[in-house]
């Protein structure tokens, strides 16, 4: 995956901060046709062809915001405004939730090994020793690729002394867990969306910005605009993706015009106590091993790859839809917007009928920018009595609910507990026959994000600023990112 | 007796934003012997995102000099500059 700073999220949070300043100023309708403009001047140094096509990258990144799925309507004589105007009148399907801009993708070619210049044509060739397809061989005084032989296990470039061996991958087929990228006949990206489990890494991935997500903010805009009551839900990860305390993040919200602020880790502690009552009960009946249900791109894993783990997989809710529970509880007219750093949390949301809108950190964060508020200035908001749930803020970290679940166990020496931090397709095979090998423990978490909710794709800075702001120290971090860990 | 050399980073959402959160890994890529003897904190905004200069976010202030457009490498440079200026 991308480093996450770099000009394409810089330019994709540029983009989101003036279309939102438009709004709040009320003029959206009438500039969102010379925002492309704005950002790409005349004098800009174009990174593409020219600044004419930069122009309408924006143009679609634009389109992306608005939430357009841009496989579905493409229509490049439209204007923006009339966009713009659409979907303020008619409500939009909110899925999928990833979209591609085929103008935008470079139609990478196939993944491949190649041999460098720097081959020297040694003696030992222990390439050609290890090529388990016999792929290499020797030309013109160098080692050669045979790409039709090739399978691209990379035992090759493991031996060579000179490192001479290049990896070209396809970074947006490469990043995906569940092979849904695939390439239309051009060559261009298209994402089988019978497959795909909305986890947004091909998204961050892709270095050309291909691979967008569609945003739901303007629905949630609208709702924050109405005479309605709006409700912030607020996942456990937004603490230390801003600058100050979560008071002060909760100040931030209301100047947003939110009427009230809830921590979902108060969701997560009911997580926690049904899930460790499940655990308990599956342990005493015989199962083998049970797993966690809070991540939704592991849920949408399970629905659409892993029909095995449906009967491993927790049946307790996850921590946002017990916080909109609770919400409802107290407020029954509440409109309720989860903020969270995921992308498959609106896939979940879908599925609930409690939740009315899914904004990211990412977005959070254009809105405070246009409209000038700095969370680290304000007063903090006062956030009640956290005690009972202080502990969950840690779902957001790999092994956090883990230790929230165990520690409302009543006996939880009958755990032996797991992680399986961050997927990929290897994770997945294993997956695929956890329930024939032989077991590491009784209890798995897993979390498609590397590292845990605070490494999601709507986030903002790098983990590890997240966990240093988190107060974390050193080892809690190298904990975080650990891969896999028993205890 | 060395004199400290003075770095704010500026925490405002703008600045933080975009690329300002990584500055506060100093640890990470200044050197530990200058970063010992320098004073760092996070600081609310300079407004020298809203002046029409030629730098952008994230900006950091240095012995009282505003520095736009910092990266983590631009960052440890000037620092480091700075120590050696203020203890030769």
Request: with cysteine.
């Amino acid at each position: 995956m991308l480093e996450i700073n770099n000009q394409f999220t810089f330019l994709k949070s540029r983009v989101y901060a003036t279309v939102l300043k438009s709004y709040f100023n009320g003029t959206l309708e009438n500039d969102i046709d010379k925002i492309p403009f704005w950002i790409i001047g005349k004098d800009t140094d174009p990174s593409r062809c020219c600044i004419y096509k930069e122009r309408a990258m924006i143009r679609y990144r634009i389109l992306a915001f608005l939430g357009v799925n841009l496989e579905k309507d493409d229509d490049e004589i439209k204007p923006l405004s009339q966009f713009y105007r659409e979907i303020q009148a008619s409500k939009m399907k909110p899925l999928p939730v990833l979209t591609t801009i085929s103008t935008a993708c470079s139609a990478c070619p196939k993944d491949q090994y190649i041999i460098s210049d720097a081959c020297r044509s040694c003696y030992a060739r222990p390439c050609l020793a290890n090529c388990p397809t016999n792929a290499i061989y020797f030309k013109n005084g160098k080692a050669n690729i045979d790409q039709d032989k090739c399978i691209r296990c990379g035992k090759c470039q493991e031996v060579c002394p000179f490192n001479s061996i290049l990896h070209i991958p396809v970074p947006c087929e490469s990043s995906c867990p569940v092979d849904a990228i695939k390439k239309n006949a051009n060559g261009f990206v298209e994402i089988d969306y019978k497959k795909c489990i909305s986890c947004g890494k091909c998204s961050r991935s892709c270095p050309f910005g291909a691979i967008v997500e569609r945003s739901a903010i303007f629905p949630v805009l609208e709702m924050l605009k109405s005479e309605d009551r709006v409700t912030a839900i607020i996942a456990p990860a937004i603490d230390g993706q801003f600058p100050g305390n979560l008071g002060q993040t909760k100040a931030a919200l209301k100047l947003l015009g939110f009427d009230d602020v809830v921590e979902v880790s108060e969701g997560a502690q009911i997580t926690s106590i049904k899930e460790a009552k499940e655990l308990e009960e599956r342990i005493n009946r015989g199962d083998k091993l049970m797993s966690t249900s809070c991540c939704p791109a592991y849920v949408e894993l399970v629905e659409k790859h892993l029909p095995n783990l449906k009967a491993i997989k927790s049946d307790t809710l996850s921590p946002m839809a017990y916080t909109a529970q609770l919400v409802k509880e107290k407020n029954p007219n509440d409109k309720i917007v989860f903020i969270g750093p995921c992308l498959a949390k609106r896939v979940e949301a879908t599925k609930l009928k409690t939740i009315d809108g899914v904004i990211t950190f990412n977005e959070l964060a254009s809105m405070f920018v246009a409209k000038e508020i700095d969370v680290k200035e304000l007063v903090e908001d006062d956030l009640g009595n956290t005690g009972c749930f202080e502990d969950c803020r840690e779902f957001a970290i790999s092994e956090g609910a883990t230790t929230c679940v165990l520690k409302r166990m009543e006996d939880s020496s009958i755990v032996k507990g797991y992680k399986i931090n961050g997927l990929d397709r290897k994770v997945v095979k294993t997956l695929k026959v956890i329930d024939r090998i032989p077991s590491k423990g009784n209890f798995v978490e897993i979390m498609v994000c590397e590292g845990g909710c605070i490494n999601g794709p709507g986030t903002i800075v790098k983990p590890k600023v997240a966990l240093k702001l988190r107060n974390g120290n050193t080892q809690a971090i190298a904990k975080a990112m650990k891969r896999e860990t028993f205890y | 007796m060395s004199k400290k050399v003075n770095i704010k980073i500026c925490v405002g959402t703008s600045c933080f934003v975009q690329g300002g959160a990584d500055l506060l890994l100093y640890n990470d890529f200044i050197d530990p012997e200058i970063i010992e003897k320098c004073e760092v904190e996070g600081t609310s905004c300079f407004n020298a995102c809203k002046s029409s200069g030629k730098e952008g976010a994230p900006f950091v202030m240095i012995n009282d000099i505003i520095y736009g457009d910092m990266t983590p490498v631009k960052l440890k440079k000037i620092v480091t500059e700075a120590f050696y200026a203020r203890n030769k």
